[in-house]
């Protein structure tokens, strides 16, 4: 699960799931500095959430047709 | 008797359910796995008032919906942006933080303990024990739900929801408010979900966030594909169907441990199958979502 998040934040392309596994990698673990450690999950898929909204073709990706925008 | 009478309350509780997804995903063309979230809205509401404040059923059960409601307009004005798949993902990640929230914040919900003992509903002084009593105000509860779909969908406002579902850019081009309809039609659904919530939150007076989660969303989900999408019948044979499979299959004799397994495996045969002979499910008569039908 965390795994298909990081594609979709990265984009669809191999430099994207480098950069979308380091993105929630490190929001995962600098999010505990604030908020106790169970609220992990909530925080990496608040960012998913939060990227659909504003990139929906991922970081790195370029908008298509189909994703839209 | 009481297994047939827990089963009918079974399915009058997922029947409720299945027919408000069937709102947004049958009628409204929007597949959203958020569902089993707002239901466990409508769950934790019920359950909190009854116990800290001491409220009669009617109340919580209006305070769940009106709260599900709520939350769901804030929530479905962002997320009824996103069109198609990315609005399934989006749905998915909403799901997963709303179950996050109820596991996590422990003062208000116990966590994953769950919250135990909520006392039996009382309605304008008959306190409601027996498991019949149970099977009545569910089915009066399915009653008011498929009165309300029926009467929905029939209107003026349902004919542009199925009509945005078919072609979005065309009921825009009639001058349609197309982010209006969707949301109004998420928010009548989730608080008619949170309703199925509170019923099941009394009757079984212990609920925790494992009940909430995405397979139940899904389960959901495969009662509305199963039953038909886009019929107002098609949710509740759904339900009955997916709720009474496992209990069928107990009496084959199996093992406990294979028949657990069991049990997802006929799930996913039965959507496979559904799909290869019945696209259109058991009482639909619109293909589902916008693949196949008239193209």
Redesign the interface.
Same mark, same amino acid.
């Given at each position: 699960m965390l795994a298909a998040t990081a594609v979709l934040i990265g984009g669809l392309s191999l430099a994207g799931v480098v950069v979308g596994s380091l993105a929630v990698a490190i929001a995962r673990h600098v999010a505990t500095v604030w908020l106790p450690s169970q609220w992990q999950d909530s925080i990496t898929f608040f960012l998913l959430l939060a990227l659909l909204l504003f990139r929906p073709y991922g970081l790195l990706g370029k908008p298509t047709r189909r994703t839209g925008i | 008797m009481s297994l047939i009478l827990h089963l009918a309350v079974l399915v009058n509780i997922y029947a409720v359910i299945a027919i408000s997804l069937n709102l947004v995903a049958g009628f409204g063309g929007m597949l959203s796995l958020s569902h089993a979230a707002f239901y466990g809205i409508g769950a934790y509401t019920t359950a909190l008032l009854t116990l800290r404040l001491d409220w009669g059923f009617l109340p919580t059960l209006a305070a769940g919906a009106v709260l599900s409601a709520l939350v769901a307009v804030a929530l479905g004005a962002? @997320?009824l942006? *996103?069109?198609e798949e !990315?609005f399934v993902?989006?749905t998915f990640? *909403?799901q *997963? @933080?709303l179950q996050?929230?109820m !596991?996590?914040w422990t003062e208000l919900t116990n966590g994953p303990l769950g919250i135990a003992n909520i006392p039996r509903p009382v309605i304008f002084g008959w306190r409601v024990t027996d498991i019949w009593e149970f099977a009545i105000i569910g089915a009066c509860l399915l009653g008011g739900a498929l009165w309300l779909v029926t009467r929905l969908v029939r209107s003026p406002f349902g004919r542009v929801l199925q009509a945005i579902r078919e072609d979005e850019v065309l009921a825009r081009s009639q001058g349609h408010d197309v982010e209006y309809f969707k949301v109004v039609s998420f928010v009548l659904s989730a608080g008619l979900a949170a309703v199925g919530g509170s019923l099941y939150a009394v009757y079984y007076s212990y609920i925790d966030p494992g009940s909430f989660s995405i397979h139940e969303s899904i389960l959901i989900l495969a009662m509305v594909i199963i039953g038909g999408a886009a019929s107002v019948w098609g949710p509740v044979v759904g339900a009955a169907i997916l709720v009474c499979l496992p209990e069928i299959l107990r009496f084959v004799g199996l093992p406990t441990d294979i028949a657990a397994h069991l049990r997802q495996v006929i799930y996913g045969l039965c959507i496979a199958a559904i799909m290869l002979w019945r696209p259109r499910g058991i009482m639909g008569r619109e293909a589902f979502g916008r693949a196949g039908g008239r193209d």
């Open positions: - | 962002i @997320v942006r *996103l069109k !990315l993902i989006a990640a *909403l *997963l @933080v996050n929230v !596991l996590n």
